[in-house]
């Protein structure tokens, strides 16, 4: 596991909290600063964190769109500011706790062994995650 905190200069913009393992790295959280959000610094994190994969698929869980949803513009968002930066729909959803949750990849050929390994990672392989295929 990685915990990785960005600056620019001394003004903190932002951190990402990885899993990885020799095929993928998995994403449990990104975050930007909100004061300078819409300034590139996602898209930058992003940029520094698929250069550290090096050639691995990175990989993350986002809640589905959903119109009904009290933050529908921004599941909207971010799942367009994930695509801009290279993230690819899967045709896989991980079911947990009765949530669903859509997973994106860098990779088109979405290799969900990897991903499920990856996952059970996180839980020192005690538990493994729920992935289903989206008909």
Request: aromatic letters at 14%; glycine letters at 8%; proline letters at 3%.
């Amino acid at each position: 596991m990685h915990f990785l905190a960005y600056y620019d200069g001394d003004d903190f913009c932002g951190f990402t909290y990885t899993v990885e393992n020799e095929d993928m790295v998995f994403v449990l959280y990104l975050a930007v600063n909100d004061e300078i959000r819409s300034k590139g610094y996602g898209t930058a994190i992003l940029t520094d964190l698929k250069a550290r994969a090096s050639g691995r698929g990175v990989a993350l869980n986002i809640e589905p769109l959903d119109p009904h949803a009290a933050n529908s513009e921004q599941r909207v968002r971010r799942l367009d500011f994930y695509r801009r930066n290279g993230f690819f729909s899967t045709d896989y959803n991980l079911i947990d706790g009765g949530d669903r949750y859509l997973i994106l990849c860098t990779k088109e050929d979405f290799p969900v062994e990897d991903y499920i390994r990856v996952i059970k990672r996180i839980s020192f392989g005690l538990h493994v995650p729920n992935v289903e295929r989206v008909k």
